[in-house]
Nanobody, 115 residues
Framework: QVQLVESGGGLVQAGGSLRLSCVAS????????MGWYRQAPGKQRELVAF???????NYADSVKGRFTISRDYARNLVYLQMNGLKPEDTGVYYC?????????WGQGTQVTVSE
């Protein structure tokens, strides 16, 4: 069983920065993918950034150039550095892991960006 715990959300003004962290407990293989999704009020959950392997990273177009995902394989951590935040980045951010084709989710952390 894999458990994901996020931290680092909060309230920030537009243009500010936040860093989200997610730690995974359980068996996480180096081939497992980890990343971040978000869900804004009234909208579907969407991909923000994902690390599929040490050489493969994907970002949503809306966050390219502003957000950076990184992963610490030794400690089963994944980070999301968010710079230049905009009000439209507001939402609940969920950590996600895919381990042997099974998908796991964290409980989510709220990010609110004010004007």
């Amino acid at each position: 069983q894999v458990q994901l715990v996020e931290s680092g959300g909060g309230l920030v003004q537009a243009g500010g920065s936040l860093r989200l962290s997610c730690v995974a407990s359980g068996i996480i293989y180096s081939t497992s993918g980890m990343g971040w999704y978000r869900q804004a009020p009234g909208k579907q959950r969407e991909l923000v950034a994902f690390v599929s392997s040490p050489t493969t990273t994907n970002y949503a177009d809306s966050v390219k150039g502003r957000f950076t995902i990184s992963r610490d394989y030794a400690r089963n951590l994944v980070y999301l550095q968010m710079n230049g935040l905009k009000p439209e980045d507001t939402g609940v951010y969920y950590c996600n892991a895919k381990v042997l084709q099974v998908v796991y989710w964290g409980q989510g952390t709220q990010v609110t960006v004010s004007e």
